[in-house]
Nanobody
Framework: VQLQAFGGGLVQAGDSLRLSCAAS????????MGWFRQAPGKEREFVAA???????VYADSVKGRFTISRANAKNTVYLQMNSLKPEDTAVYYC?????????????????WGQGTLVTVSS
């Protein structure tokens, strides 16, 4: 399984970015997919996830600003990030759960991408 995350960059507060996670060796329509982030000096934290059934969940810190979605034909998962804040600065990682995983949105991720850096200036 390979997950390639891209789309990060340097933006100003209030701007938008869309991250992409292209999967190979795992079908996103049958696997839960998640986005996590790690800011400098902090632990990795959950951002958003979409289950294989299509349900979504978000961290409170991004709810209403970020949207996770997937394009089955492209086997790609997206994270649309609007109204970015300096505290959103982090390396963002996508991750995949095993096919038809029946656990929670927050556990069971067995494949991880390499991360893409998002920097939000004030």
């Amino acid at each position: 399984v390979q997950l390639q995350a891209f789309g990060g960059g340097l933006v100003q507060a209030g701007d938008s970015l869309r991250l992409s996670c292209a999967a190979s060796g795992r079908t996103v329509s049958s696997s839960g997919m998640g986005w996590f982030r790690q800011a400098p000096g902090k632990e990795r934290e959950f951002v958003a996830a979409i289950s294989w059934t299509g349900g979504t969940v978000y961290a409170d810190s991004v709810k209403g600003r970020f949207t996770i979605s997937r394009a089955n034909a492209k086997n790609t998962v997206y994270l649309q990030m609007n109204s970015l804040k300096p505290e959103d600065t982090a390396v963002y990682y996508c991750a995949a759960q095993p096919p038809y995983y029946t656990g929670t949105y927050f556990t069971g991720y067995d494949s991880w991408g390499q991360g893409t850096l998002v920097t939000v200036s004030s």
